[in-house]
């Protein structure tokens, strides 16, 4: 008989679960989503000029081959409309419950007991295994600054942006210059009045090669046998190759310094602002910002770039070191609360375990997936599993093909753990990787706790970890 399996999430790593339990003819699988569609990120993420740097002929399931992108790198919409496109071709939407927020999670005599709220009503249900898919970037983080809560006018953070409040004519304040500031800011540049750009530290910034696909190019990468997988290909292997040597400090270190500040000096004409811009740090500490259009937009005539310390925010606008910004819109461009995980859902394990308590520390797991007295537990998307350099979607996939490994073990010889000494040992392999990466180096980021362990980015290569995850499971489980 087939595990029941909940999978939390309906996201690509939650949708890339179901499609693959499909395929492998298992149906014994319910989705919660406590949002009204698929999306995760992509859902939620709607403010102007919303996209992925990562190309998406690799950004998108490798098994799903898509004629539709219109451009290298497609907006949100169109990544939005590839993730309903698959739910609907592999027949998963049906086995989705949305409006159902997972809140509680306990293993109990071999099974997990999820409660749920949907609606008004507060439910259960028993299944054999649990598949957490709830992504890293999906608790916004809003700045703890001083008299947020007096400020007169409209605030947001970009991953709720107010599409109802018109930006024609505003003041504006955006505090924060990160990936997701960078492709809205010029947007807004565009429609305010004025935007000030409350910088606390820049950000290494490179190029964003981006172009529409003719037709004859879509043409031939949908119909030309090989192409769109060559292409895909090319892509991944660009980005391992000279991407994430810069990242582990190797050759390519060097090379992404100078293709960063050479965009700097061809956008940024004024040298004080340039200043301004350039970081004092590695690139790849933070997530460098891939993009075309952010500095042009910090030159325009109704744009400043503020670097002098926030002090506080008054009814109205940001006060600074220097004096008050008037504004009568803030957008917080702040960034999510990375490093806590799955810590809106109470997760019980054995012996009353609770899964934010073992992780005090911060978050860790087998491979990203397994946590030790968690049985029948899988993480997708967990600790030490983002990448700065290449596509997510290529590590939610070893992830779900580890999962897609265990269930016939455990269907065999019940419940399964991680050992605690496979765990013991896959940690000190990580802070091995670790301390030869770029992101311990002179920069706090999203990527690591306020005590500066990384809890959040893979340190090795990628095609290490594809192997990693596809070995047979067995011997890094106990079972019963
Ligand atoms: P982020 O990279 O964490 O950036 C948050 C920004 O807010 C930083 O500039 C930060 O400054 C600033 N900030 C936070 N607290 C502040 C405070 N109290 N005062 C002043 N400034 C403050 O968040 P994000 O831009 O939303 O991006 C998060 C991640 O989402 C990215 O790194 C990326 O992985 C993903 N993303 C990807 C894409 C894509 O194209 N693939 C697009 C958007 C987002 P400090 O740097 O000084 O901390």
Known sequence: MSPRIAIIGAGFGGLCMAIQLERAGITSYTVFEKADRVGGTWRD?????AGCDIPSHLYSYSFEKYASWSRRYPGQPEILA???????KYGVRRKIRF?????????????????FHEGTSRQRADFDVLVTSVGQLNLPKFPEIPGMEEFAGTTFHSARWNHAHDLSGRRVAVIGNGSSAAQFIPAVAERAAHLDVFQRTPNWVIPKPDAAFGPLTRLALHFVPGLQRAYREWIYRYAEGTLYPALAMGWSQGLLKKRAL???????PDADLRAKLTPAYPPGCKRVVIDSRFYPALTRANVDVVTDPIVRVTAKGVETTEGLREADTIIYGTGFRTTEFLAPITITGRAGRRLNEQWAGGAEAYLGISVPSFP??????????NLGH?????????????????LPHLSARGPMEVRPEAMTAWRG?????????VWGNGCQSWYKTAEGRVTNNWPGPTPLYRRLTALPPVRAYRFG
């Not at 392999?429 to 990466?437: E, W």
């Open 99 to 115: 409006g159902a927020d997972v809140t509680d999670a306990r293993f109990h005599h071999d099974r997990w007991r999820l409660t």
């Open 82 to 88: 590839y993730m309903d496109h698959c739910a609907d």
């Open 390 to 406: 290449n596509s997510i979607i290529f590590m939610l996939e070893c992830q779900v093909n580890h999962v897609m490994n265990c």
């Open 45 to 49: 993420n709607t403010y102007p000029g």
């Open 262 to 268: 050479d965009h700097l000096r061809a956008q940024v």
């Open 429 to 437: 392999q990580l802070d091995a990787a670790m301390s030869r990466m």
């Open 376 to 385: 029948n537990l899988f993480l997708l998307y967990g600790p030490n599993t």
